[in-house]
């Protein structure tokens, strides 16, 4: 003992520890005199420094993966996520667990689930280590297993970005019949980010799609859209990156599917084919070199609407719509088929046709029915029909020629009266018109025929014939100078010895030099003498006593017969 000690009012004894347990102290001291000085009483300490099994390993919940990293869905939206504190056999009802420098006190129903639950709050992206204790009774530290700890990784990977779909030319968010094909799908194309790699899940409407290393180098990848009908497509696309996070383009895009066109137009008709038989004759399409074809106009059409007939676009006018068709002139360049196609193409972008194409034939030529008209009682063929041509019954023929297109039941019309042709026609080779003659001069005979397809075939050319059958004034009386008294009778004087009398014929006024007068079966030429004279004379033999009759007569140009004003008769005696 020191005076230190004794300044104290105690000593320090160091007592060793050499295990856990009961420790008993035990102080005496001897006296001057040898006496036996004993502490008041011994002194038992236990060693404790083994702190109960409190609690075990931490565990997160939301981990899902138990990779370590909370994504934004295994976070949540709350701002905290659980850690789960298993409890050890010593636990009781009251035990406290920090977790993070929070109490928590452990309750039957957590004994009974076998841990506490901590919310521990994220206060931003990284790291977050939990770390749990308890200290038990003996005041000994038990510690979680381990600390735990978890990176907070809520923002996703840029993987994909804007979706464009390439089908849609101009862009209006429209997909017409021109546009979508005929596969039934259409390309939606995912941009790809700059943390793409190959081997990138896209998830483009429910359909997976593994990023290659070409959809890298062009920037994007392509998903086929499938189209089940008519209506709005709405395209999503999201990706997750390695940490589960979900990327999601830009913006989902929704294009419609308009496939069916307006109904903008109809039936084609052709105004000019006045009897519906799909062939314009010559009357029908006219002199200007073109027809014109209306196109019905649907009611979807307004104004504006372009209608292309035939490669030229006709603009909807609102006098078109009030009439209800557009009216487009068809040039003609030739005969032949000539076909009539209309389509207009919607707002949509989307094709409507006409009803159907209407092709119509052009034929103008006429059939060769007819040709040559003749006059066969024209007999000397001069174009004049005289009394002996002409005849008595009031009527001259002509004969129309037929040609090759000509059948059994062809119809010729003849100076306004049809003619049907019959086989006997045929095998003549002509039909016969007869021609009424109502007076003196030119009567022209003109014919005509239709063919089937309403073509007029005329004949080669109109005939004129002049009908003459009035003689020209070329001869009058006759006289006999040589019966001097004019009592009828040739005596022997009169007579003379040269057993002839002279008969003198008067010329008309329409006798000329070299008019023909025929006096009892002799011709006399009229010379200019003659003509001087104002008559011809014929020497008329006698034969023998009794009557002797003059006839004379004269042929004019047209060939009719003048006859001498009366014939006279003599009587030799």
């Known amino acids: 003992m020191t ?41 038992t300490v236990t060693v404790d420094t083994l702190p109960a099994d409190l609690i075990g ?59 506490i639950t901590a919310a521990i709050p994220v206060t931003g992206e990284g790291p977050v280590t939990i770390h749990a204790e308890a200290v038990d009774t003996q005041g000994n530290l038990d510690v979680a297993d381990a600390d735990v700890t978890v990176t907070v990784d809520t923002l996703p990977a840029d993987l994909i970005g804007a979706i464009t779909i390439p089908e849609d030319l101009n862009g209006d968010g429209i997909l017409n019949a021109d546009e979508l094909g005929t596969d039934g799908t259409f390309n939606a194309q995912v941009a790809l980010g700059p943390d793409a790699i190959d081997g990138t899940v896209v998830n483009v409407n429910g359909t997976n799609y593994t990023v290659t290393a070409a959809d890298l180098a062009n920037g994007f990848i392509t998903a086929a859209i499938p189209v089940t009908g008519e209506g709005p497509v709405t395209i999503h696309a999201e990706a997750v990156d390695a940490q589960g996070n979900l990327d999601v383009a830009d913006a989902d895009v929704t294009v419609t599917v308009d496939t069916l066109p307006a109904d903008l137009i109809g039936a084609i008709t052709i105004p000019e084919d006045l009897n519906g038989d799909g062939i314009l004759n010559a009357d029908e399409l006219g002199t200007d070199g073109t027809f014109n074809a209306q196109v019905a106009l649907g009611p979807d059409a307004i104004d504006g609407t372009v209608v292309n007939i035939n490669g030229t676009n006709y603009t909807v006018t609102a006098a078109d719509l009030a009439n209800g068709f557009i009216t487009a ?170 057993g002839t009398f002279n008969a003198q014929v008067a010329l008309g006024p329409d006798a000329i030099d070299g008019t023909v007068v025929n006096i009892n079966g002799t011709n006399y030429t009229v010379t200019a003498a003659d003509l001087a004279n104002g008559f011809i004379t014929a020497a008329i033999p006698v034969t023998g006593e009794g009557p002797v009759t003059i006839h004379a007569e004269a042929v004019d140009a047209q060939g009719n017969l003048d006859v001498a004003d009366a014939d006279v008769t003599v009587t030799v005696d």
């Open 3 to 43: 005076a230190a000690d004794l300044a104290n009012g105690f000593i320090t004894a160091a007592i060793p520890v050499t295990g856990e347990g009961p420790v008993t102290i035990h102080a005496e001291a001897v006296d001057a005199q040898g006496n036996l000085d004993v502490a008041d009483a011994d002194v």
């Open 57 to 115: 390993a931490i565990t997160i919940p939301e981990d899902l993966n138990g990779d370590g990293i909370l994504n934004a869905d295994e976070l949540g939206t709350d701002g905290t996520f659980n850690a789960q504190v298993a409890l050890g056999p010593d636990a009781i009802d009251g035990t406290v667990v920090n977790v993070n420098g929070t109490n928590y006190t452990v309750t039957a129903a957590d004994l009974a689930n076998g841990f």
């Open 329 to 498: 002139a068809i040039p003609v360049t030739g005969e032949g088929p000539v076909t009539i196609h209309a389509e207009a193409v919607d707002a949509q972008g989307n094709l409507d046709v006409a009803d159907a194409d209407v092709t119509v034939t052009v034929d103008t030529l006429p059939a060769d029915l007819i040709g040559a008209i003749t006059i066969p009682e024209d007999l000397n063929g001069d174009g004049i029909l005289n009394a002996d041509e002409l005849g008595t019954d009031g009527t001259f023929n002509a004969q129309v020629a037929l040609g090759p297109d000509a059948i059994d039941g062809t119809v010729v019309n003849v100076n306004g009266t049809n003619y049907t042709v019959t086989a006997a026609d045929l095998a003549n080779g002509f039909i016969t018109a007869a021609i009424p003659v109502t007076g003196e001069g030119p009567v022209t005979i003109h014919a005509e025929a239709v063919d089937t397809q309403g073509n007029l075939d005329v004949a080669d050319a109109d005939v004129t014939v002049t009908v003459d059958t009035l003689p020209a004034d070329l001869i009058g009386a006759i006289t006999i100078p040589e019966d001097l008294n004019g009592d009828g009778i040739l005596n022997a004087d009169e007579l003379g010895t040269d």
